[in-house]
């Protein structure tokens, strides 16, 4: 059974890194079929997808976010990541970390749990 | 970006009910859209991808239709566990985006 597990700071000051893992077990986060994602979902709100990658090294950013952004795999320890930075208020938000598959067409076929980040000082 | 619509932004129903909710996309996106369900403190979960095709473990009584840029999510014989926001999604150009979701509740 394919897990996903978020982990990383709940509380984040302003204008500091937010940085998150997600531990993936039961699938191989190598195998080019995947996209290893990150969706956030302020309270009250749709998700907002934040970005992609695979382990064949492309990616994929929000343009409102891009310059901010930097999804990294580890496949040795079968994990990916999430680093933002210069966060505000408007960056609180539950983080999901999400399988995107792609047979003939791409969905978010399995999500983490999710973790709040709220930034604040 | 591809802007995603829905409508209603709301709505009540009962247990047994039939209901109908509309996704529109601001530009034609073939049938690359997806349907989630997401109840309070959960994570969303996939219900139809392909505007059509059913999530394997998804009861049959979900059906998705549409193509280009208007798409529905039928839900017949609501269940007790029906209760809950959903959202439509678009995966035919990045940035993904979601619709601003519909809240079927009691």
């Known amino acids: 059974q394919v897990q996903l597990q978020e982990s990383g700071p709940g509380l984040v000051k302003p204008s500091q890194t937010l940085s998150l893992t997600c531990i993936v077990s039961?699938?191989?986060?190598?195998?080019?079929?995947?996209?290893w994602t990150w969706i956030r979902q302020p309270a009250g709100k749709e998700p907002e997808w934040i970005g992609r990658?695979?382990?064949?090294?492309?990616?994929n950013y929000n343009p409102s976010l891009k310059s901010r952004v930097t999804i990294s795999l580890d496949t040795s320890n079968n994990q990916f990541s999430l680093e933002l930075t210069s966060v505000t208020a408007a960056d609180t938000a539950v983080y999901y970390c999400?399988?995107?598959?792609?047979?003939?067409?791409?969905?978010?076929?399995?999500w983490g749990r999710g973790t709040l980040v709220t930034v604040s000082s | 970006d591809i802007q995603m619509t829905q409508s209603p932004s709301s709505l009540s129903a009962s247990v047994g009910d039939s209901v109908t909710i509309t996704c529109r996309a601001s530009q034609n996106i073939l049938n690359y859209l997806n349907w989630y369900q997401q109840k309070p403190g959960k994570a969303p979960e996939l219900l139809i991808y392909?505007?059509?095709t059913l999530q394997s473990g998804v009861p049959s009584r979900f059906s998705g239709s549409g193509s280009g840029t208007d798409f529905t999510l039928t839900i017949r014989g609501l269940q007790p566990g029906d209760f809950a926001t959903y959202y439509c999604q678009q995966s035919y150009s990045t940035p993904r985006t979601f619709g601003p979701g519909t809240k079927v509740d009691i």
């Open positions: 999400v399988r995107d598959y792609g047979d003939y067409r791409w969905y978010f076929d399995l």
């Open positions: 039961g699938a191989s986060i190598s195998n080019n079929m995947f996209y």
């Open positions: 392909a505007a059509s």
């Open positions: 990658a695979s382990a064949s090294g492309s990616a």
